[in-house]
C-alpha cells in the first residue's frame, strides 16, 4: 500500500525517542513562531514596549531609595516581569492544544506522552532567551549599563530559572482553564502580582504591610537578585528576604517547582480518567 | 488475531455516579467498517477514548489488534489510528509540516516521514494545498488530512468519528471514498456517527449503543429488518382524514399503524408489499380520500432506533 517502509526500527532506547520526541514538539512550537511573524512581533514587541514607556514615562519621575538611576533599577525589574508574564504565554498554548484535540493526538500515538510537556517547555525557554535579549539590546540603547562578564550571565540564568519554574504553573493552569479565552483573562490575575513587588517601585516606600508582601513576592528575589549581579544594586531594602535576594531567587524557582511541577503532572495523567 | 480487529467485553466506565460504559460489548471484524450508532452521551465517545487508550477502564477486558489496551497500550498506539472530535491536526501548520511532524513523531525518521508525507499528499488528493496552513483549509479538506495524519503508520484499525458531521454533500462523497479505498486496502474502521445514513452507507455491521451498553448488534438490513421489514406510507392533504386513512391502513398492516401529525403521514409496516399498496390506493380512491402521496419504503435506520431506544437521534430530536 505505501512505497515506505514504515517499520520502525526497534534498536533506539527509550531514552533516545523521548528525546527525539521532545525535539520534535520543540520544532513544531517553533515553527508556530515562523508561521505567525505577528505573533513573533507582538510578543517580542510587548517587552520592548514595555521597557521605553516605563523608562522613559517613569524614568524621569521616579526616585530610587539610597540614590542611584532608576534605569539601573527598572530593567531588571521588567526582565523579571516579562519572564513572570511567560506563563500566560505557557498557559494560553496548552489550552489550545488540550481543547483543540491536539494533546489527544499525541497521546494517541506510540510516542513518549511527556515529551509533549517538556517540549513545550523548551521552546517556552528558547522563547524566553529571545525575549531577553531583545530586551537587554533596547534597554542597553536607552542608556543601561550592567557590569559584563560572569555576573552577567548569572543575572540571564536566574531569569530564565524564574521563567522555567513558571512553565509548570501555565502548563497547569492550561489543563485547567476551559478554553483559550478563558486563558486571557489570566493576565488580569497576574498584573497585580507584578505590580506589588519590586519591578517598579522599591517596597520600602510603600505602605508597611505592601511593602512586606512586596518585598517576599518571588518576583522581587529574581529583580533585587539581578540588580546586584548586573553590577547595579540600587534600592535594596533591609528586611531579610531583601537582604539575602541571590539565595532566594535561586529558592523561588525550586518551592514553585517543587508545588507545581507534580500538579501539572497530576493534571496531565488526570487526562486518561 | 481470531479474525477480529477489535473485541471488547463488558467494558465499564463510571465518572462518579455516571456509568458512561456499562458492560458494553463490541466485536469488529477484520477488513470491514463497523458503525458504532447512538445519541450524544449514548457511551460513544467514551466507547472509542477507551479502545484508543486515551482514558483507563474501570472494568471488563478490550483488545485492538490483537493487543490489551490495558497491558499494552503503546503496541496498540502503533497499530491504530484516530479521526475527528477526538483528535485533532495543527491548524497553524501546513498540511505537508503536519504529516512529516506526524511522521517524525510515530518514529519514522526525518526521510521516511517526507516521503511518507508526500505520499499520502498524493493519496488523498491534497498535493495542491500541501503548503498552505490548515487554517485555511475546506471541511472537507482538513477532514481528509485529518485522515491522511492517521494513515501514516498504515494502520490496522481507524477509529473514525463523526467523519462528515457539517460537511457539504460533495465533500461528504469525496470522504466517504477516501474511507472505503481505506477498507479496499485492509484497514478495518470502527465509525461512530449520529448519522444513520452515514452509518447505512458505509459500514457493513452496526452496533447501537444506549446507555453505555450495546442494546442492537447487527447488519443494516438484519436492523432493518427488526422493525418490520418494508412499510407502506401514506400522506394525505387534510388532517381530518388520519383517522380514516389509519383504518385503512391498518387492515393490510402488520402492526397498528403510525401516525404523524406534523407531515400528515401514515406508515405501517407490510409483508405483502404490492398487494397492499394495491388495496389501500383503491380503497382511498373509493372513500374520496385527497392522497397526496402514496408508496412503499425500506425503514430507514432512524426507525430502527427509535424502536430500539423508544427515543430519536439527536439530530431528530432537533429538527
Known sequence: MSAVDLGTPGTRSGAYWLLADCWNIVRRGLTHYRRQPVNIAWQLGFPILSVLLYGYVFGSAMKVPGGGDYKDFLMPGMFAMTMAFGFINTATLVVYDSTKGVIDRFRSMPMASSAVVAGRGVTDLIVACAELAIMMLTALAMGWRPDGGLGFLGAFGLLLWLRFSLIWIGVWLGLIVPNPEAAGGLFAVAFPFTMISSIFVAPQLMPDWLGWVAAWNPISSTAAATRELFGTPVGGGDSWVEQHALLMAGVWPVILTAVFLPLAVRRFQKLSR | ?319
Open chain 2, 1 to 319: 488475531m481470531d479474525g477480529y480487529a477489535v473485541r471488547a467485553e463488558a467494558l465499564e466506565k463510571r465518572y462518579g455516579e455516571k456509568r458512561a460504559l456499562d458492560g458494553f460489548d463490541l466485536a469488529v471484524r477484520e477488513g470491514t467498517v463497523h458503525g458504532l450508532l447512538g445519541p450524544n452521551g449514548a457511551g460513544k465517545t467514551t466507547a472509542v477514548r477507551v479502545l484508543s487508550t486515551l482514558i483507563r477502564l474501570d472494568g471488563g477486558r478490550a483488545t485492538v489488534a490483537g493487543l490489551d489496551v490495558a497491558r499494552q497500550p503503546r503496541g496498540v498506539r502503533a497499530r491504530i489510528g484516530l479521526t475527528g472530535q477526538y483528535a485533532a491536526v495543527d491548524e497553524v501548520l501546513t498540511g505537508r509540516q503536519n504529516l512529516e511532524m506526524f511522521g517524525r513523531l510515530f518514529h519514522l525518521g526525518g526521510r521516511r516521514a517526507k516521503l511518507r508525507a508526500a505520499e499520502l499528499l498524493e493519496q488523498f488528493d491534497l498535493t495542491d494545498a500541501a503548503d498552505r496552513g490548515v487554517g485555511k483549509y475546506s471541511g472537507g479538506m482538513r477532514r481528509r488530512l485529518d485522515l491522511a495524519a492517521s494513515m501514516i503508520l498504515a494502520p490496522a484499525v481507524l477509529f473514525l468519528d463523526e467523519p462528515t458531521t457539517g460537511l457539504d454533500p460533495r465533500s461528504r462523497g469525496e470522504v466517504w471514498e477516501s474511507v472505503r479505498a481505506l477498507v479496499a486496502g485492509g484497514t478495518t474502521v470502527l465509525l461512530t456517527t449520529q448519522y444513520l445514513e452515514e452509518a447505512d452507507k458505509l459500514a457493513s455491521h452496526i452496533t447501537v449503543i444506549d446507555q453505555g451498553r450495546a442494546i442492537a448488534d447487527d447488519t443494516p438490513d438484519g436492523l432493518k429488518n427488526l422493525v418490520g421489514g418494508d412499510r407502506i406510507e401514506v400522506v394525505v392533504a387534510e388532517r381530518s382524514e388520519i383517522p380514516q386513512v389509519v383504518k385503512v391502513v391498518a387492515r393490510v398492516a402488520d402492526r397498528e399503524p403510525e401516525e404523524d401529525d406534523t407531515e400528515l403521514r401514515v406508515h405501517a409496516p407490510v409483508t405483502d408489499r404490492v398487494t397492499a399498496l394495491t388495496e389501500v390506493a383503491r380503497t382511498l380512491q373509493d372513500e374520496g380520500v385527497r392522497v397526496k402521496d402514496i408508496g412503499l419504503r425500506r425503514p430507514s435506520l432512524d426507525d430502527v432506533f427509535l424502536r430500539l431506544t423508544g427515543h430519536r437521534t439527536e439530530k431528530e430530536a432537533a429538527a
